[in-house]
């Protein structure tokens, strides 16, 4: 069957246990499931769909709760892995200090390229907050990775959040393909277009371009 | 439950796949898009989406016998995976928790998703 879209991207939720990534993963956190037979044995991982630039996406969420209190995830957890959220709660001071021991995790583990975003999550919660917002920020600035605040009870930002990491992604991988396939090989009307150019060097530029 | 065993499969099902858009019955999260899977009857059983814990740990299951077959996960467009239980992940709601609104297949890698749990529209 033909693929019905465009790319296909796995990321992972990371972060210290209680931080609520299984809230971000799901849309409608209230208890009305709670106790449902899928919450006691918990999901493993979802696919979303999402319009990127009118580009279908499909988005592969993986939670990894329930692993995270080992400290580190297994190197088979990142494998095929190409965005990832870091997750820490506001009103944790531990699970923010955490976050650099986690990044370390992923630079042992994951590719190299993998996209990384800070989530600050449970900033609905003023009244018992830990972390400030500038900290979160001064750490995003200090690993050069995306941050935003989000609340996964009142869902803000974590739509934001999945859209920016998936759009960094697709940026990330459209601009290597160009690099190995450059648009004028791409197809017959375009090498015949450079053909031409080559044959009339009108200007100074595109001879540059041709050396 | 007055839900009906059945479905009427004129209703549902056009040239063997879904007529219609598939939806979660309880928050309406988009599932599979129209024509996009096959409909096939076959026996199996599912646990209920609500379980009755003053029932003490047992189970409670249903047998159902209309299904959605879709090969290839990635059809899915909004779909949640349990954790593996004896050969089987459970599918659910990727908004809300609802579910099992079907099963995945670890061997074959193959999704079926039962008729009487979504939403047709």
Partial sequence: MAKTYDYLFKLLLIGDSGVGKTSILFRFSEDAFNISFISTIGIDFKIRTIDLDGKKVKLQIWDTAGQERFRTITTAYYRGSMGIMLVYDVTNEKSFENIKNWIRNIEENASADVEKMILGNKCDLDAKRQVSKERGEQLAIEYQIKFVETSAKDSLNVEYAFYTLARDIKAKMEKKQEASNPPGARSGAHQLRANEQQRKPTSWLSRCSVL | ?121
């Fill in chain 2, 1 to 121: 439950m007055d839900k009906p065993a059945e479905m009427s499969q004129k209703d549902y099902v056009e040239d063997g796949q879904n007529k219609l858009i598939i939806k979660c019955k309880f928050c309406g999260s988009k599932i599979l898009d129209k024509k996009s899977a096959k409909y096939i009857m076959q026996e199996k059983e599912l646990p209920f989406m609500q379980q009755d814990t003053r029932k003490g740990g047992e189970v409670q299951i249903e047998t159902i016998n209309q299904f959605y077959h879709v090969e290839n996960m990635y059809t899915f467009e909004n779909i949640g995976f349990t954790h593996t239980v004896a050969n089987h992940k459970y599918l659910s709601c990727a908004d809300c928790y609802a579910g099992p609104l079907g099963y995945y297949e670890i061997d074959t890698k193959h999704s079926y998703v039962a008729l009487t749990r979504v939403e047709h529209c």
